[in-house]
């Protein structure tokens, strides 16, 4: 009995841990509160940086403007004389990548679990995306307006400057820019001390 109790108790501890990490933070609008609360999103963040060169900002703006940092993000349903025939798009998760796109990332980066709703391989998605955007279209990865509107329109969609039909996209992406550029200088201020107390955690926890 007294085994069956704590093994419900550590179910229990890591269903609300679970839970916890997949809430969207108190305050979006400031990356150091982000981070703080969320210090497993800074070590993946980081690890995107280290590994892809885009600056941790431009996709955190990106994830903002996409999901709110909702893990289980969705376009609405559509219907159909009230009947439910289907969401608008595959888009799915932090970072709202598509179904098609998404297996692309994985088979590209050999990453074959990953999960659009685990917020590590959705900021990774991300910079393999900006990376590539980089590759095929030369965009610079610190150039968040110019970065988002290619993950809108896709690769084919921002050489055709499909963009330039949708003045409401253009908006949107200049709000991602404004909140990049917000994002930076907040995690100027933080980031020695974000990278201080992961040394410690890590190394004297």
Same mark, same amino acid.
């Given at each position: 009995m007294d085994k069956f109790l704590k093994l419900l108790l550590t179910c229990c501890c890591l269903s609300a841990l679970a839970a916890c990490s997949? +809430?969207?933070?108190?305050?979006? #609008?400031?990356l150091c509160e982000i981070f703080e609360e969320k210090r497993s999103w800074y070590k993946s963040a980081k690890k995107?940086?280290?590994?892809? $060169? +885009?600056?941790?900002?431009?996709?955190?703006?990106?994830?903002?403007? #996409?999901?709110?940092?909702?893990?289980d993000a969705a376009p609405p349903m559509e219907y159909f004389l009230f009947i439910p025939i289907g969401r608008a798009s595959s888009a799915y998760g932090y970072s709202q990548a598509k179904t098609m796109t998404w297996k692309d990332y994985k088979r590209e980066t050999g990453n074959s679990w990953a999960s659009r709703d685990n917020f590590d391989d959705a900021i990774d998605?991300? $910079?393999?995306? *900006? @990376?590539?955007?980089?590759?095929?279209?030369?965009? @610079?990865?610190?150039?968040?307006?110019?970065?988002?509107?290619?993950?809108?329109e896709g690769w $084919? $969609?921002?050489?055709?400057? @499909?963009?330039?039909?949708?003045?409401?996209?253009?908006?949107?992406?200049?709000?991602? #820019?404004?909140?990049?550029?917000?994002?930076?200088?907040?995690?100027?201020?933080?980031?020695?001390?974000?990278?201080?107390?992961?040394?410690?955690? *890590?190394?004297?926890?």
């Open positions: 997949s +809430t969207p933070p108190r305050n979006p #609008e400031n995107m940086q280290e590994k892809w $060169g +885009t600056p941790i900002h431009v996709p955190m703006a990106m994830m903002y403007q #996409e999901s709110s940092f909702r893990h998605f991300m $910079g393999w995306f *900006t @990376s590539k955007t980089h590759k095929v279209n030369g965009i @610079s990865k610190w150039d968040a307006y110019n970065q988002y509107l290619n993950y809108h $084919g $969609g921002y050489k055709k400057r @499909s963009y330039n039909k949708k003045p409401w996209l253009i908006k949107v992406s200049r709000k991602v #820019e404004q909140r990049s550029k917000h994002y930076a200088g907040q995690l100027k201020q933080c980031r020695s001390d974000l990278d201080a107390s992961w040394f410690r955690r *890590t190394f004297f926890s």
